[in-house]
């Protein structure tokens, strides 16, 4: 007796594996748009200096273009999974750090902590932003990929727009509270992204379509 064949789902309505993938993608960037949000409005407190929100948002997008060659490269070596889960596990432990220095609890938050914590927001949206866009490849059959894409992306730009206002709401709210809902945000997004099953046993469905995703988007970031 042969082995029944196991058809791909007839939509995405199906596929849990993508919706996975989609919620744990628009938690990603909402979450990273709170918290560049919130970072902004922190020095602005800090130091009334405009200058500075400039340098905050220099220091998270310089790692895009310097790693940008390691990044791409990382995402077509390495577990996709495991490089997301990783870079929202670190973007968590920045909010929670946020989060404590908000409170008071044992440091405050400085102008230098700002600093030094955005270079690392921006290290890790360098290795999570073409890790993402290459992982969908991997989790839905070729006949569903196209509308899965255009799916994603809608998702991904409606959380660009609508996040940041979030964001600056939330803080009107107070600090501790936005941050501590970022980490929860974060947090939760890790875990979708550790119970991903990739349809495929191979990570590089597309070799090298991580390096070239990566370097697309630090020309265009």
């Known amino acids: 007796m042969t082995d029944a064949v196991v058809s791909p789902p007839p939509s995405l309505r199906h596929s849990r594996p993508f919706w996975t993938f989609w919620l744990a993608r628009v938690l990603l960037t909402g979450g990273f748009q709170i918290l560049t949000v919130a970072i902004g409005w922190q020095v602005y407190a800090i130091t009334g200096r405009a200058l500075d929100l400039g340098l905050v948002g220099l ?7 310097l790693l940008v060659l390691v990044t791409g490269s990382a995402a077509d070596r ?13 973007q968590a432990l920045v909010s929670a750090v946020l989060l404590l220095g908000s409170l008071g ?5 400085s102008r230098e902590l700002i600093f030094v914590l955005s270079v690392l927001i921006g290290i890790c949206r360098a290795f999570d932003m073409p890790t993402m866009q290459s992982l ?9 990929l196209a509308p899965a894409i255009a799916l994603a992306a809608s998702a991904n730009e409606a959380a660009t727009i609508i996040a940041p206002a979030l964001g600056g709401l939330l803080f009107a709210l107070g600090a501790s509270f936005t941050y501590g809902l970022d980490f929860a945000v974060y947090f939760t997004g890790m875990l979708l992204m550790l119970s991903l099953q990739p349809r495929l046993t191979d990570r590089q469905r597309w070799p090298g379509h991580a390096r070239f995703v990566a370097a697309g988007g630090a020309l265009h970031r």
Do not use: K
Request: no cysteine; charged share 10%; proline share 9%.
């Open 78 to 90: 390495y577990d996709r999974r495991a490089i997301v889960a990783i870079s929202m596990a670190v």
């Open 136 to 144: 969908l490849p991997n989790l839905v059959p070729s006949t569903l």
């Open 105 to 109: 609890v044992n440091f405050h938050i």
């Open 59 to 65: 220091l998270q997008f310089l790692p895009r273009v």
